[in-house]
């Protein structure tokens, strides 16, 4: 018999009026969760007292609160092809190889195209072709929205008939009148724009860099007889001495660092020894295996004695530390012989002489001074004489092309002065910048992934640039506007294959257009000529007052992509900070200045603020204390503090080029103080030292490598034990799961040389580009929000050890506190940190909502319409490398990047989700790119060779640092990388078993 008894779960439910009675019937909870409150705009966002319980309430349990949570993107509905272009296959990749030529940064390259849309740059590798990290950004600066999109005159709008004419006849007018006519171009590296620049008649033609090597070409030029300078190929070296000479970086149009690599990854139980001399702590200084603390007078002295010890024999005996230190590196080259190089970036003309002919005398096969490097051609005096020419009226027409001398020259006020009493004045620019809005004409040309171009990099090597869509404004190229302009009907695609033809290039044109390279043959020998290396040099002045070093970071360069927010986000390698530049100062100076860096609440660092004044030029900007920075020097980057055609987030920095005097990088007799205020820099890793942990970057010496007679597991590269039934047994060998076959099919793995990477960042950028990855700005990334995917740790070493607290009786808190402290010149290591994609990940095992898993493929996938953003996977992961999406990046004003505007879109890659706000984000070891790779073998009906699986950051590691592929394949490069007895993983004694391996870092000292 049924029972008749009434239940109820509250005396609320007896009440038959009840408004929560009724709810409750309808919902499972009877008071309405603030969805407004936590999913409305930042500031509710900031101010909401929603608390964890009502969030989970709300997207823990429901599926339909999930939708509501934005975990599902907005639909949009694709356009179909009336008629297809036969060229293009919908979601199929095109690759056109083109160049780079920008005038800063040249380099051969890949460039992916979607349905006509460029959205990656790759190095071209069939061409020796490397990418830094602008090189990958340059894609983004296509979509730049405040590009110059057509041509103006005195800032009107007027069309490209209308410029013709007048420029035109204005031009007739100035050589009719016997008046000059000069052009001011950035380093071309095309001897057919030089020539079509000839074509105009009698004119005057400046080149002019904005980062000078004038005086290691008028070194060259004295020595060898032709302005060029030297090519270098650091892999056949095996010593190299490097004084004030960052060329990991932009020295002397960089790409250097594949060679340098190849030189110090210890193959047979080889590698070069690297002794760097420098102020500032540089990419170079930061790799090498002695690094010299020295001011940048000092840096004279250097080469000045080492000059002396190695060509002349003369070696004192002063006892001093740089003393010391040059005769230890000269004994070196000796011993090396012609397999030893010496490199110096002092902008003194008998400075370079000194190391040319340090070169010249031991035979140096690293040096090549026939196929000479053509990246670098600016003339200063040239340059110099031009803005007199100007200032006195003796220049009736200026046509500048690709350069801002406005923003960049010293002596800006000079050149603008100067132009004013220029009859005739055009910029042909891409952007919208200072020179465009100073000079008469401001006439669009389009960015190079639209444009025609030949390019001889080095002598004799050739390459072709091709455009790759049409272009997206009014633009026209330089080259075309003068050759209207000298009266020829030809174009200049026309002319370079022309020019094609008459350089007796082997092949066919479109061979070399699809290759993007062609060479001629150099058969000229050079030889040096004999000249007095000490006329006319003087040694710097530097007695009293700070010594100032000017560099460029490998983020923004000279400054022209400065409106690019992927590099004003790129943490800067050795400082690890983004969206400005810093006065970088020592410790010790730092602490004599009253300056002082601090971390608040928020995590964020905080700094003081400096007045730092050189002659006439006094700028207030915040100081930075830097490990390794020469006590008596500072640093400060080139290429910031640009205020025209920029969005207004990008507005960062102070400009340097006003302590640029004479185009030297060192500047002496600063002053500083400090002034009222704070700094808030934006520092994406906070931690100094790596205070004893061992276990995260393995180091041992080539000596204790080389000795076979050690046991790698038990000494240099110890494996953890843990302890199982009360035996100690490696970590490795015990488990909490069961295992399953993974040799069927593909089985990922990525391993990273420690000894190649050399902290560059251009995987960073690649792994933007490739995935998507939102650029949150300058006050995000203070909260430890940036979304990288891929970073780059950074860390120094410091004076106290275990050994030495042992050995002096350090308790166990001091001994950590002093860990924390870096030298003074910190030893450096690098280590790219990306998910770890672990056979047996902690992260999916707390998920919730199983949106996070792993695949057969060894990849940890992630499910971002099944993620409810509950961080549990963060919270678990041993390598931090998860990101939460905070905001909605894209289609948000407050995030006013490239996801913004309908042009900046155009970059995004359709393989890849833009992922939305309130789900966790990593890196996914490109799987669009491996399923892409798979499927094109399959098609093909063939297995997938060596080498062809790429992920984004493996395919731009200029280094070959890191190596991607199928371990399931015996015979593949990473398969015996990850069997090699450096090979080890992060964290081993976890247990997490990733498919990450790291290489063991292997120095000389």
Avoid at 85 to 98: F, L, M, Q, R, S
Avoid at 552 to 578: M, V, Y
Avoid at 651 to 679: C, I, M, P, R, W
Wanted: hydrophobic share 35%; glycine share 8%; proline share 4%.
């Amino acid at each position: 018999m049924a029972s008749n008894k009434k239940y109820w779960k509250s005396v609320e439910e007896l009440n038959e009026n009840s408004s929560i009675v009724d709810t409750l019937r309808q919902n499972e909870f009877v008071e309405e969760i603030p969805t407004d409150e936590f999913l409305g705009n930042k500031e509710s966002l900031e101010e909401s007292s929603t608390t964890r319980r009502d969030f989970l309430k709300y997207v823990g349990f429901t599926t339909a609160a999930a939708t509501l949570a934005s975990c599902e993107g907005p639909v949009r509905k694709a356009i179909p092809y009336v008629v297809k272009p036969n060229e293009i296959i919908p979601g199929v990749a095109d690759y056109y190889a083109t160049a780079i030529a920008d005038g800063f940064d040249f380099a051969n390259i890949l460039v992916k195209v979607r349905e006509g849309r460029p959205i990656k740059i790759e190095p071209n590798k069939e061409a020796n072709g490397s990418t830094n990290a602008r090189v990958q950004a340059s894609v983004l600066s296509l979509y730049d929205g405040l590009r110059l999109k057509g041509p103006k005159q005195n800032g009107n709008a007027i069309s490209w008939s209308e410029a013709d004419a007048q420029i035109g006849k204005k031009l007739k007018d100035i050589q009719a009148a016997g008046k000059t006519v000069a052009f001011l171009t950035s380093t071309d590296a095309s001897p057919s724009t030089q020539n079509i620049i000839a074509s105009l008649g009698d004119v005057r033609h400046v080149i002019y860099d904005a980062v000078s090597e004038s005086a290691a070409l008028d070194a060259y030029q004295t020595m060898y007889g032709n302005r060029a300078l030297p090519s270098y190929d650091f892999s056949k070296a095996k010593v190299i001495v490097g004084v004030g000479s960052d060329f990991l970086g932009d020295w002397q149009g960089g790409n250097f660092e594949n060679g340098y690599a190849k030189g110090r990854i210890p193959t047979k139980g080889k590698m070069s020894h690297h002794v760097q001399f420098e102020s500032n702590m540089t990419l170079t200084g930061a790799n090498a295996d002695v690094r010299v603390m020295i001011t940048p007078a000092e840096q004279h002295l250097a080469m000045a004695k080492l000059y002396q010890a190695v060509v002349q024999g003369i070696s004192t005996r002063e006892a001093s530390p740089i003393n010391t230190a040059v005769q230890k590196a000269a004994a070196k080259i000796k011993k090396a012989g012609k397999n030893a190089v010496v490199v110096t970036g002092v902008q003194d003309a008998n400075i370079q002489a000194y190391a040319l002919a340090i070169n010249n005398h031991i035979q140096s096969e690293v040096m090549d001074v026939v196929v000479t490097n053509n990246t670098r051609q600016g003339n200063d005096a040239e340059v110099m004489q031009l803005v007199a020419d100007m200032k006195a009226g003796k220049i009736g027409a200026l046509i500048i092309n690709n350069s801002n001398p406005v923003y960049t020259l010293p002596n800006s006020a000079d050149f603008v002065e100067g132009l004013g009493k220029v009859d005739l004045s055009v910029s042909f620019s891409m952007s919208d910048n200072e020179t465009a809005n100073a000079t008469e004409y401001a006439l669009a040309t389009p960015h190079y992934l639209e444009s025609w171009g030949m390019i001889e990099m080095k002598k004799g090597q050739y390459s072709l640039m091709q455009p790759t869509i049409q272009p997206l404004f009014d633009t026209r190229q330089f080259q075309d506007a003068i050759l209207k302009w000298s009266g020829s009907e030809q174009s200049y695609y026309d002319y370079i294959k022309t020019s094609f033809t008459d350089l007796g290039a082997n092949g066919s044109w479109n061979q070399a257009l699809h290759d993007g390279t062609f060479t001629v043959d150099v058969t000229e020998e050079v030889v040096a000529n004999e000249f007095d290396l000490s006329f006319g040099y003087k040694a710097p002045k530097a007695d009293g007052g700070l010594q100032l070093q000017l560099y460029t970071k490998t983020g923004l360069g000279d400054g022209q992509q400065a409106n690019n927010p992927w590099l004003q986000e790129l943490p800067d390698p050795i400082t690890r900070t983004t969206w400005d530049n810093y006065l970088t100062i020592s410790q010790a100076d730092a602490e004599g200045f009253g300056i002082e860096n601090w971390n608040v609440a928020d995590g964020g660092l905080n700094g003081s603020l400096v007045e730092l004044t050189l002659g006439d030029v006094v700028v207030t900007l915040p100081a930075l204390i830097q490990p390794g920075q020469t006590v008596g020097s500072i640093g400060l980057a080139l290429g910031y503090g640009r205020k025209v055609g920029m969005k207004e987030e990008m507005k960062t920095g102070k400009n340097a080029y006003h302590f640029y005097s004479d185009f030297n990088n060192s500047q002496y007799g600063a002053s500083l103080k400090v002034v009222a205020g704070e700094h808030k820099f934006a520092c994406t890793q906070l931690q100094n030292t790596m205070m004893g942990r061992g276990d995260i970057i393995k180091e041992t010496t080539l000596d204790t490598f080389n000795d076979h007679s050690l046991d790698p597991k038990h000494t240099w590269n110890p494996v953890p034990v843990v302890s199982l039934k009360h035996q100690e047994v490696e970590a490795t060998t015990v488990d909490l799961w069961d295992e399953f076959d993974r040799s069927v099919g593909h089985h990922f793995n990525l391993s990273i040389d420690l000894n190649a990477c050399t902290g560059c960042g251009s995987c960073v950028i690649a792994c933007h580009a490739e995935n998507n990855v939102a650029v949150v700005g300058k006050e995000e990334i203070r909260k430890s929000r940036d979304m990288h995917w891929l970073r780059i740790d950074r860390y120094y070493s410091s004076d106290m050890t275990a050994e030495r607290a042992e050995e002096e009786g350090v308790g166990v808190k001091q001994k950590f506190a002093e860990m924390e402290d870096p030298s003074a010149n910190p030893t450096v290591a690098f280590q790219p940190i990306m998910c770890q994609h672990c056979n047996h990940a902690p992260c999916e095992t707390v998920c919730p909502v199983a949106a996070t898993s792993h695949g057969r493929q060894g990849q940890n996938h992630m499910a971002y319409n099944r993620c409810v953003g509950t961080r549990y996977c963060a919270n678990n992961c041993p390598y931090k490398v998860r990101r939460f999406n905070w905001f909605d990046y894209a289609n948000n004003a407050e995030f006013d990047f490239n996801m913004n505007d309908d042009l900046g879109k155009m970059v995004l890659n359709p393989d890849v989700t833009v992922r939305t706000r309130g789900v966790m984000e990593k890196c996914s070891m490109c799987i669009q790119m491996t399923q892409a790779t798979i499927l094109k073998a399959k098609k093909e009906g063939r297995p997938v060779k060596d080498e062809e699986f790429q992920t984004a950051c493996s395919n731009a590691c200029s280094t070959g640092a890191m190596i991607f592929g199928d371990i399931n394949d015996k015979e593949s490069q990473v398969a015996k990388l990850k069997e090699d007895k450096r090979a080890y993983h992060l964290l081993e004694h976890v247990g997490t078993q990733p498919n990450v391996v790291y290489q063991v870092k292997v120095t000389n000292a």
